[in-house]
């Protein structure tokens, strides 16, 4: 079964930066569209960005639109979300999670393998 494993969550000032990793240590990723989502306590998890296998189709929520920046390195076998600017509202536990097939992004239902998460905290 598919494990992914995420890391690179850290406290951080607004306007900071922090970039996530996602990686699987015995699958190719780039046979996976993968999805990154963020939950904070009494909130449903939500879609944050998404990429697809081919790296070709990549969308974001609006809320971090110009912000974060989702991208593949199959060398690597990781997938990256860099994230710029951050505000406050960008707290909480970050997840990975992968796809096969047309994806549900932004929701959750599609996506049968899931990361640990890695905690995000944004504040001065």
């Known amino acids: 079964q598919l494990q992914l494993v995420e890391s690179g969550g850290a406290l951080v000032q607004p306007g900071g930066s922090l970039r996530l990793s996602c990686t699987a240590s015995?699958?190719?990723?780039?046979?996976?569209?993968i999805g990154w989502f963020r939950q904070v306590p009494g909130k449903e998890r939500e879609g944050v960005s998404y990429?697809?296998?081919?790296?070709?189709?990549?969308a974001y929520a609006d809320s971090v639109k110009g912000r974060f920046t989702i991208f593949r390195d199959n060398v690597k076998n990781t997938i990256y979300l860099q994230m710029n600017n951050l505000k406050p509202e960008d707290t909480g536990v970050y997840y990975c999670a992968a796809c096969e097939g047309p994806t549900s992004w932004p929701e959750v239902w599609g996506f049968p393998s899931w990361g640990q998460g890695t905690q995000v905290t944004v504040s001065s």
């Open positions: 990429i697809s296998m081919s790296g070709e189709n990549i």
């Open positions: 015995e699958f190719p990723l780039d046979d996976y569209g």
